[in-house]
């Protein structure tokens, strides 16, 4: 399966990133997150031609295939989906960002089942939507939660995620990326360091780029419509 056209888009993706962090007075880098999910092995080796060197996937599972499939490749692997606690002893040590730890719970199995002398990267996910279905910590739990994962000595906090509510309305996009910014602002003023900001898909990334997106994760964009 080829991807015609995929290093076009990837750079019409870094303009459109650079004028909106423009606007905004923003200057830092953006890692552009190639969703491979539900995609075949190729993808990842097209996004890896079209100069991007981060993949996401949502299932560990697909996630580990790809890899046994392409050892070796240059490209960092990021779990960008739900983890539930009985698959963190597979995802731990394979993936060099793991974007959803939303709880306590979870970030102790991680921290367990991680080798021993390693450091497993991780964003804690945080619901900015209040939507009931969205995973990640309630805002009001976030700093007890922070405070808890910091402690733990494998794992290595790097920030936050989270995804805004499905809509079009520009409005709702931004409230959801601008309070994951403010929580990540407050919690670096209580002394955690939180230099990533995981936010912003297809269809919302350039508001989040707008609000401070350090990670934006792009699949449909990219690649079209997925299979199921």
Known sequence: MSYPGLAGRV???RDAIREHQARA???HPVTIIAVTKTHPAEAVTAALAAGLTAVGENRVQEALAKQEALPGIPVEWHLIGSLQRNKAR???NRFALI???DSLALAQELDRRAAPGSRQRVLVQVN???EPQKGGVEPDQLPALLEAVARLERLDLQGLMTMAALTEDLAVQRQ???LLRELRDA???QGHRLPELSMGMSGDYL???EEGATMVRLGTLLFGERGT
């Open 90 to 92: 597979q995802a731990v």
């Open 99 to 101: 974007h959803s730890v």
């Open 25 to 27: 007075g923003w200057t």
């Open 207 to 209: 508001v989040a780029v």
């Open 176 to 178: 959801a990326f601008r």
């Open 11 to 13: 750079g019409q993706v």
């Open 187 to 189: 919690a670096q003023g």
């Open 128 to 130: 900015c939507s209040a």
